[in-house]
């Protein structure tokens, strides 16, 4: 086994023989482990009380064993990869370092943004998958570390679906995004069980969420819809777990540990709207950087959908209590206080989110 340790996160692109992807088989002497290390004090708890609550919290782990899909049958890979942009999404369609390229030079642009966009969510589900393990050993209460544990395995599909979709597919990968990165690593070594869970299964996953109805929503590629589909469904139960648990213990921390968490949830939220913007093509295909983005933030695209994703996020940190007063004005000045009315996850469609896997729209 060969495990290279590096202190600086891995920055660049990687290509993949697409052709015949799916036949490779590796050996142990062509892998090569990167590694970073990340450190956390993590504070894990035994539980002796093995009372079964009957509880929502039961009732999605429940739903978690019985709407377990797999990747590999579920799927039909088959199909064929588009790299295409609707051109009523595309910002770029005027900038002269892409107006200028032919239709192969912009198919090659169209298919970095795309590789960049799935990185982040598989890079985003590595994520996952390391706090809801941590989630395990830390959550109190019985219901939750099963719920955590089968939330874990999820996560362990979700990064084998996209990673599979990348490989075989898309044929490249991005590098995690630094603002990303940084929240990750925020949520990772805190040593607070609960700032993981809000940042994890609120910010993330609400997030995630919106970002992948958005591109399921936009998406040519029927297998990139069919994916995100089941993933959605997850990510779903995911969520309303987050509301629920946490929604009942926000009321038990006292006026200074509120605040600190909502003071956090609001940092997270800031650092999660940066995300959005795929510097690293920019910088790949030697683009202005600061120009480029410029041209992003004002395209079809973000302004149709950036807010749009804070609508999961700003009602679910109402209902468990933590937009304070102290952090509204801050939410205020992001323009997404807005969205604090909408409907949250608490009360989850039950009748939408049992159906069966294939029979869901
Ligand atoms: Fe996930
Ligand atoms: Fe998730």
């Given at each position: 086994m060969d495990i290279k340790t590096v202190s600086k996160t891995p920055d660049e692109v990687i290509h993949y023989p697409q052709a015949d992807a799916d036949d490779i088989e590796l050996g142990p002497a062509d892998v090569e482990h990167v590694v970073e290390i990340f450190n956390t004090p993590l504070t894990g708890s035994y539980n002796?009380?093995?009372?079964?609550?009957?509880d929502r919290i039961r009732k999605l782990y429940e739903l978690g064993k019985k709407l377990n899909w797999n990747a590999e049958v579920d799927i039909n890979w088959d199909l064929p990869m588009f790299h295409h942009l609707a051109p009523d999404l595309n910002?770029?369609?005027?900038y002269e370092p892409y107006a200028r390229l032919d239709e192969d030079g912009q198919r090659e642009v169209n298919q970095h943004l795309n590789a960049w966009t799935l990185s982040q969510f598989l890079h985003g589900e590595q994520g996952a998958l390391l706090v809801a393990s941590q989630l395990a050993s830390c959550a109190p209460t019985y219901n939750a570390k099963l719920y955590a544990a089968s939330q874990t395995f999820d996560e362990a599909r979700h990064v084998e679906a996209f990673n599979k979709l990348i490989q075989t597919r898309v044929g490249l990968s991005y590098p995690v995004d630094p603002s990303l990165k940084s929240l990750l690593d925020k949520i990772l070594t805190d040593p607070r069980w609960d700032l993981k869970f809000i940042g994890m299964q609120l910010v993330i996953e609400g997030f995630a969420l919106s970002a992948f109805t958005t591109m399921k929503s936009i998406a040519e590629d029927s297998i990139v819809g069919e994916l995100l589909h089941y993933i959605i469904r997850d990510e779903a139960r995911h969520v309303t777990f987050g509301v629920n648990y946490l929604e009942a213990y926000v009321q038990t921390l006292s006026e200074e540990d509120k605040e600190a968490r909502a003071m956090f949830a609001y940092e997270a939220c800031v650092v999660a709207r940066e995300r959005l913007i795929p510097t690293g093509v920019f910088q790949h295909f030697g683009w202005d950087v600061a120009q480029a983005r410029e041209i992003y933030l004002r395209g079809p695209l973000v302004n149709k959908f950036r807010d749009l994703l804070f609508t999961r996020i700003m009602p679910n940190l109402r209902r468990i209590g933590l937009l304070t007063d102290a952090v509204r004005p801050k939410f205020e000045e992001l323009g997404i206080?807005?969205?604090?009315?909408?409907?949250?996850?608490?009360?989850?469609?039950w009748a939408e989110i049992s159906k069966p896997l294939h029979d869901a729209a």
């Open positions: 002796w009380d093995y009372s079964i609550q009957d910002a770029f369609l005027d206080l807005e969205y604090e009315h909408l409907p949250d996850d608490y009360d989850i469609d």
